[in-house]
């Protein structure tokens, strides 16, 4: 189960995603808020938000999507 969090604040408990390409970056299809906008997956070992955009954590995220990516292509 992976908790995605939008923008707007609205947050979903997926158990499932299908990872697709949306204006050049993956993102959930079932993730779709109803504001419009797809929301982020969110780590959930409870790391404080405000480290989000370190490059370290960016980085890994950026490669948790790959391996997502790859597990859906294979
Ligand atoms: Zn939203």
């Known amino acids: 189960m992976t908790r ?9 408990d ?6 697709v390409l949306i204006d050049g970056k993956w993102v959930a299809k079932e ?6 906008l797809y929301m982020d ?3 959930t070992e409870g790391m ?9 954590l ?3 995220n950026d490669r948790l999507w790959k391996d ?5 292509l294979n």
């Open 68 to 72: 997502t990516k790859e597990k859906f």
């Open 31 to 36: 993730a779709l808020c109803e504001c419009g």
């Open 41 to 43: 997956s969110k780590p």
């Open 4 to 12: 995605y969090k939008c923008e707007c604040g609205k947050e979903k």
């Open 48 to 56: 404080p938000s405000l480290k989000r955009t370190e490059p370290s």
């Open 58 to 60: 960016s980085k890994k």
């Open 14 to 19: 997926l158990a499932k995603a299908t990872i």
